[in-house]
């Protein structure tokens, strides 16, 4: 026959059943993504030690994001399973930016554009490419992981990149959430581009059109829309100014240049592909880091190949 419990050994019991309980609410609260209301803000972040994989999956989450089909966000070096020391946000996973990261110990590069030249980032699409090798050695030495951020990055609301152009140029006033245009305090073209290399931080832009000419409405296309996006958008929403990352010369250029010849009054600025969604990955820290404050997150520019002579 079983002795019957004591009054203390039964209090014992009942404890370690309501710790048990505990946890197991918990942990399916935890799995359904809901903050349990006994755990404090500390709690959750307290020497959490997050992967490749806990730092997507809380981008999809916070972002409100849904899978993309045949996106080419996929990770481009490294495992998913990889424990994270510090995250870098860049443009392009450059040479210097790989080296910086190291000396930051950041081992997880989240980048905007391609790692090895093309849009698939296909690493056979030059046989036995020497560069593509040596990129690949130096990320397998340092055990980096980059993630490439693009699609998301731009299916996030607002856009990452646009919002983040909109903010360094001080237009955030003027800026609407899916919308490409804007219309700002009327301005001189030679104003304009003024104030877009020193808020950009760009040196040199390459414009066509009048100087003295006013700008009001901008269409605002960061990075390479190509042009039939890009003509299209002048062509219907006959904006003073396009606005662009980059150009096919023999495109979108030679579009403004025939239509002022033929009377229209677009004119076209510049600004260089890296430098206008450069902004957009510098405010994803912004975006990012207070939503995991146990690793750090900061921005390193990859900047313009180009030098002027």
Not at 57 to 83: C, H, M, N, R, Y
Not at 122 to 143: A, C, F, I, R, S
Not at 145 to 159: I, K, S
Not at 200 to 205: K, M, Q, S, V
């Amino acid at each position: 026959m079983k002795k019957p419990s004591s009054p203390s050994s039964a209090t014992s019991r009942d404890r370690r059943k309501f710790m048990i309980n505990t946890a197991k609410t918990a942990g399916g609260l935890a799995l359904l993504g809901i903050k349990p209301a006994f755990a404090t803000h500390h709690d959750a972040h307290a020497n959490k030690q997050h992967t490749v994989q806990d730092i997507m999956d809380l981008i999809f989450k916070e972002g409100g994001l849904s899978p993309i089909k045949d996106t080419v966000d996929t990770l481009k070096s490294g495992k998913a399973s990889q424990p994270v020391t510090g995250i870098v946000t860049t443009m392009f996973a450059t040479i210097p930016v790989i080296e910086e990261a190291v000396k930051r110990k950041a081992n997880f590069i989240i980048a905007h554009e391609p790692t090895f030249y093309n849009h698939r980032d296909d690493t056979g699409m030059v046989p036995d490419n020497g560069v593509v090798k040596q990129k690949q050695e130096l990320l397998d030495k340092h055990k980096i992981v980059v993630w490439r951020f693009h699609d998301y990055c731009h299916a996030l609301r607002p856009d990452a990149v646009s919002y983040g152009v909109a903010k360094k140029a001080k237009w955030l006033s003027y800026f609407k959430t899916g919308e490409n245009m804007l219309t700002i305090p009327p301005v001189s073209l030679q104003a304009l581009v003024k104030h877009l290399k020193s808020s950009l931080g760009i040196a040199h832009l390459r414009v066509i059109g009048n100087p003295e000419q006013t700008c009001e409405r901008v269409a605002l296309l960061p990075g390479a829309w190509g042009g039939t996006r890009q003509i299209s958008t002048a062509e219907t929403q006959k904006p003073d100014v396009l606005i662009v990352g980059e150009v096919s010369e023999w495109e979108t250029a030679e579009y403004i240049r025939d239509g002022r010849s033929l009377g229209r009054k677009t004119a076209l600025i510049v600004l260089g592909h890296a430098q206008s969604e450069e902004p957009g990955m510098e405010w994803f820290v912004d975006w990012l880091q207070p939503k995991i404050r146990d690793v750090k997150v900061s921005h390193i520019a990859s900047g313009n190949p180009f030098t002027w002579m």
